[in-house]
Each structure stands twice: as C-alpha cells, then as structure tokens.
C-alpha cells in the first residue's frame, strides 16, 4: 500500500512512516556514544570513577527502556531503530562485560557464555528474518533486566560479592535457557516457512 492512500479496510489513510530523525533514534544513538565513555571511566582508578562509571551505565541503560517504550507509544518505530537498539544493547553489555573480565572482576568463562549467546541469537533473528520476526519473549526482558543489575553490581564499589554471584547466577541461567527458546522458535519458524 502507498503511504498515505487510504486503507481499503477502514478508509482511513495509512500514516506515513516515520521519520529515522526522532528521540527514540536519538536515545539510541545516545546509548551507543555512552560505552566509550563508561569504559574509559571504569578503567579509571579511585571510588569516584567507579562511580561515575555506574552512573554513566545506569543512565545508558535506563535510555534502552525509554526508547523502546516511546518508539512503540509515538509511533516512532523505524527500520533504523529496529537494527540499532539490540546493537546499542549488545554494546553496552558487551563492553561492560568485556571490561570487568579485563580487569579480573568477572570470571572468562561467564562473559564468553553470555556474549556467545547474545551474538549467536541477533545473527540466528537476522537468517531466518525471511520467515518472520522473532520478537522478544518476557523471559528476554527478564535476562536482559538481569544483566543489567548483576553488572550493575559488580561495577558498583564495596563487599557486595553475594549479591553480584548471586545476581550474575541468575542472569546466565536465563541468558542460556531463552537462548535455547530463542534457537526453538527459530527451527519452528523456519520450519513453517519452507512447508
């Protein structure tokens, strides 16, 4: 249908789409130009700095929930946008993750498990994007929700080490068993599309 011709369901016109130049694109991009930031902060030595750095992801992180939450409330959601966010996501986490391991605060092993994941996922949703859309499941809300406060932790200064094993526990138990969800939907979706 021509944007902006009238809709043989309703009659009503079809609203253009809109425009890449919008807030929800901008806190975006926003996110994006954070993780240098964050990440030259946290290798910065003294408490301050540290907490500068969590201030810096906080904000980086509070901007994932806000844009989304204006793109679909305005109508702002746009191919930019769609490409964009989980990029912008992946950075943030990634480069945080990366950095705790650099440093000696989070084990190897934890960041490979979850940066594979994350990777392997957005690739898989970009192949079998032919077929459909895999949208994000309440249990992707919930690792990614998970992630954020077990990094969270483990940026913050002080004796918090139960609560940032306990927290980053959690949050790799859920990244691992909605990536297996996730890899389900898609073999099912692949499937359907070739029958």
Do not use: H
């Not at 990366?98 to 605060?105: A, F, H, I, Q």
């Not at 990777?119 to 859309?133: A, E, H, K, P």
């Amino acid at each position: 249908m021509i944007a902006g011709a009238p809709d043989p369901m309703t009659g009503s016109p079809d609203p253009p789409p809109a425009s890449v130049y919008n807030i929800a694109n901008a806190l975006t991009l926003l996110r994006i130009a954070l993780v240098p930031v964050f990440v030259w902060m946290l290798f910065l030595d003294g408490t301050g700095w540290r907490l500068a750095a969590f201030g810096v992801f906080a904000v980086a992180s509070i901007t994932d929930k806000i844009d989304g939450d204006l793109a679909r409330a305005r109508g702002l959601v746009t191919d930019f946008g769609k490409i964009a966010d989980p990029i912008a996501d992946k950075a943030l986490t990634g480069a945080a993750l990366v950095s705790l391991s650099v440093m000696g605060e989070l084990w190897w092993w934890v960041t490979a498990a979850i940066m594979i994941r994350e990777i392997g996922i957005t690739l898989m949703r970009f192949v079998v994007i032919r077929y459909g859309v895999i949208p994000a499941s309440k249990g992707g809300k919930l690792k990614t929700t998970l992630q954020v406060f077990a990094i969270g932790f483990y940026i913050l200064p002080g004796p918090l080490d139960p609560l940032r094993w306990t927290t980053m526990g959690a949050a790799l138990v859920v990244t691992v068993v909605t990536g297996v969800d996730y890899v389900v939907q898609a073999w099912r979706l692949r499937r359907k599309g070739r029958a």
